[in-house]
């Protein structure tokens, strides 16, 4: 009987190779491939708003540049709103200027999100809507206690300004 028994550990699937490098090169790479495909849509008014994969990068790098322009290299960003276009952006321009994302459940408590802020000392925070649709702006400037907030739904236009440049690879 003992010799039947299941294994504990199946070796991996070596049949198909691994994607190599970071998820900003994973972007660029498919944006080469596929410009004028669409990356992502969402409902928007009464109708779907969507976005190519070069709408995509190009909207991510300006992102990478607004954040390396407002906090230090290698920071990390939080972002506190239920799921929206504006968060996906954070994502993709963080990976692109090499700062990792801290992501704040919409549902926590201030407790918790202090609790979240110490752990992880984010040099920003990008408030958004909880899943109610309250916004968290007033929340999050309460607990980071200073002018690192801004809000998530703004983040098109605080770019907007910024110059895409070449971010860290």
């Known amino acids: ?19 190599v490098g970071t998820v900003g090169d994973t972007l660029r790479r498919t944006t080469t491939l596929f410009p004028n495909r669409r990356a992502l849509a969402w409902p928007e008014g009464d109708g779907i708003g ?9 909207q991510a790098e300006q992102v990478a540049a607004w954040l390396l322009a407002h906090a230090p290299p290698q ?3 939080a972002v506190w709103s239920r799921n929206s276009v504006e968060w996906i952006l954070i994502e993709y321009g963080c990976a692109l200027a090499g700062m990792a994302i801290a ?7 201030d407790f918790e999100c202090r609790h ?9 925070l990008l408030a958004g809507f909880d899943t109610r649709g309250e916004p968290l702006i007033g929340r999050g400037t309460a607990i980071m206690g200073d002018d690192r907030v801004f809000p998530l739904e703004d983040l098109r236009s605080l770019i907007a300004t910024a110059r895409a440049v070449p971010c860290p690879r």
């Open 1 to 19: 009987m003992m010799d039947q028994l299941p294994l504990a550990h199946w070796s991996p699937d070596a049949s198909t190779d691994l994607l």
């Open 50 to 58: 969507s976005m190519t994969y070069a709408e995509l990068l190009a």
């Open 75 to 77: 920071s990390r960003i």
């Open 103 to 109: 992501s704040w459940n919409p549902a926590w408590t």
């Open 116 to 124: 979240a802020r110490d752990l992880t000392d984010p040099a920003l």
